[in-house]
């Protein structure tokens, strides 16, 4: 009989446990889920539900100004992406396989940008952009985005390098091939799905950056997230949320390409390895 | 040619060989990000430093006369008075993340692994959409002719609208939907490391659940619990764009007042102290955190 009470007692726990989760993804849920439904909405000012309509989604893509600053955000993240994985990627290597003055130096500053408030990385390149008389915007956005992705890109390949068997770069060489050869054939195909997750979080970071581009940003030249933040104060459009709409769709399938792309090179990698042997 | 001669050129030769096999390959995979982090984060932040310390001229520029009066201009009530508020909005965020968080990563914890990062993707996803629109969108529900007023009213609960944008409850709502995923990682991440055995243990001689707990759960999860506070309370000192969205201008954090200082007033002298507060406070954070871990546990990621 006590046996029976304690497994009830332990299902009515289980339960108020599952419904005490299902709460906390309706509150982080609910406000995708209103920004979802506004987007349909024919109404100007979103309070309340008014009819369903696409015109929200027909003028994003004939008559918008909202779109220019997407297209802005967009060649600055991939710029940015670019870089930070180039310079991450060599650097993560670099750091592991060298030994030099400034090692320990770099190696904790990495972490500045990480745990500092971004406004204090935001500020202090607006300084030192003033300082340089390098002019404010598009350029100064994607130097300051290099400078918060690089340390996340080399700390995601720094996991992967861990997990690796450099001694293939080793037997490469010893093979003959030289130190351009080995990098570009052995290395970089084993660093590749480091590189690819690096590459989705610093465009992930990129994109949705507000706090650091603001300062950067200048007046001319403005990313999306920026401009929204000058709209807020008056009311957005609905056409900033049939955007927001679109880029989240965008954003689930790169998760979904990600993840694929991941398992296959995964299963790829495995069978390399194998054939070596 | 002599012997030392000889030598020389030996010693030039290995040189260049040595430069050639090591010194050219390291400056070329560590040189960039060597000059990246030099040039544009520890520059940079010892020039604040710099700054923080020289006056304001007339014009909204830097004067290069020394003065402590940044600091000291921190003490005013009004700037007091921001500080604190700051530090207490940013607190009940971090608390109420945790004291939802803890039992959230719990739940994910002892779910089998493959559901788990189904559950933890979830609550990242949020986090890729925009987090103004998100912030807006709340604002929306929580407006005076909001979905939340309007229900409630239908319901009978209430006669008139609340009173529900504008305050620190909105506020503190809208830093803890873009922190909560935040303080979910570090948690679930040491929670899941937990080893079974020492609960199955304490619950073997006789201690309570809530005793387990408190002696044996929570001290051996404190680096969780320590990483999230320092992710959800650190950068919640600094969220400006929170306020702005959701607390009309009335509610302002210390990023708000470091925005200003850059952007509207241009006191840049002053911002720059202020951006030393933050780092401070930080610091002071990250101190009591190698207290309780070790610091490469921190990486979250």
């Known amino acids: ?277 | 040619m002599n012997s030392s001669d000889t030598v020389k050129i030996n010693s030039r030769l290995t040189k260049r060989r040595h430069f050639k096999r090591n010194t050219a390959p390291a400056l070329a995979m560590a040189g960039p990000v060597t000059f990246w982090m030099l040039f544009f984060v520890l520059l940079p932040l010892l020039y604040v430093i710099f700054i923080s310390f020289m006056s304001r001229d007339l014009y909204g520029g830097i004067a290069f006369e020394f003065t402590t009066e940044n600091y000291t201009n921190m003490l005013k009530p009004v700037y007091l008075n921001v500080i604190w508020q700051s530090i207490k909005l940013a607190f009940f965020t971090t608390l109420i993340c945790l004291l939802i968080g803890y039992p959230f990563a719990y739940y994910i914890a002892r779910k089998p692994s493959k559901v788990a990062a189904k559950l933890l993707m979830l609550i990242m996803i949020p986090f890729w959409t925009n987090s103004l629109v998100r912030l807006y969108s709340l604002g929306l529900l929580a407006a005076p002719k909001g979905f939340i007023n309007i229900v409630l009213q239908k319901l009978g609960l209430i006669s008139e609208p609340l009173q529900m944008l504008h305050t620190n409850g909105i506020v503190v709502v809208g830093l803890l939907i873009s922190m909560l995923p935040f303080a979910v990682l570090p948690l679930y991440a040491s929670i899941e490391k937990l080893d079974k055995s020492y609960l199955e243990a304490s619950s073997d001689l006789g201690a309570r659940p809530a005793v387990t707990f408190w002696k044996v759960t929570v001290p051996l999860t404190l680096p969780g619990i320590v990483a999230s506070i320092i992710l959800v309370f650190i950068p919640s000192l600094g969220m400006y764009y929170v306020p702005e969205t959701l607390g009309g201008g009335k509610i302002m954090l210390i990023g708000n007042l470091i925005r200003n200082q850059f952007l509207v007033t241009r006191n840049w002298p002053f911002g720059a102290s202020l951006s030393i507060l933050l780092i401070l406070i930080t610091l002071f954070m990250l101190w009591f955190y190698t207290r309780v871990a070790r610091l490469d546990e921190l990486e979250v990621f």
């Not at chain 1, 500045?112 to 300082?131: T, W, Y």
């Not at chain 1, 995601?156 to 054939?185: H, K, P, Q």
């Open chain 1, 1 to 277: 009989m006590p046996k029976h009470k304690r497994e009830r007692k332990k299902r009515i726990g289980q339960r108020i446990a599952t419904g005490f989760a299902l709460l906390i993804y309706l509150f982080i849920y609910a406000p995708i889920a209103v920004m979802i439904v506004f987007s349909f909405n024919d109404q100007e000012t979103n309070y309340f539900w008014n009819g369903f309509t696409l015109r929200w989604y027909e003028k994003l893509f004939y008559d918008s100004s909202i779109v220019e600053y997407l297209w802005v955000s967009l060649i600055i993240a991939v710029s940015a992406t670019i870089l930070s994985v180039i310079i991450g990627t060599l650097g993560a290597v670099g750091l592991v396989r060298f030994e030099f003055k400034l090692k320990k130096l770099v190696n904790q500053s990495l972490y500045i940008p990480i745990v500092i408030p971004e406004i204090v990385l935001g500020i202090s390149l607006l300084i030192l952009f003033d300082f340089i008389k390098l002019p404010l915007g598009f350029i100064a956005i994607i130097l300051a985005h290099v400078t918060f992705c690089v340390p996340f890109v080399i700390i995601i390949m720094r996991g992967r390098l861990a997990g690796l068997d450099l001694s293939v770069e080793e037997a490469s060489m010893d093979l003959g091939a030289n130190r351009m050869t080995t990098f570009f054939r052995i290395t970089l195909p084993m660093l590749l799905p480091g590189i690819i997750s690096g590459a989705f979080m610093s465009f992930t970071l990129s994109i949705d950056d507000v706090i650091i581009s603001n300062f950067v940003a200048g007046p001319y030249s403005t990313t999306l997230p920026v401009k929204i933040l000058s709209l807020v104060k008056t009311g957005l459009s609905p056409e900033v949320n049939a955007l927001a709409t679109i880029m989240i769709l965008v954003m689930l399938f790169g998760i979904l390409a990600n993840s694929i792309v991941q398992a296959v090179l995964r299963k790829r990698a495995s069978t390399v390895i194998k054939s070596y042997f």
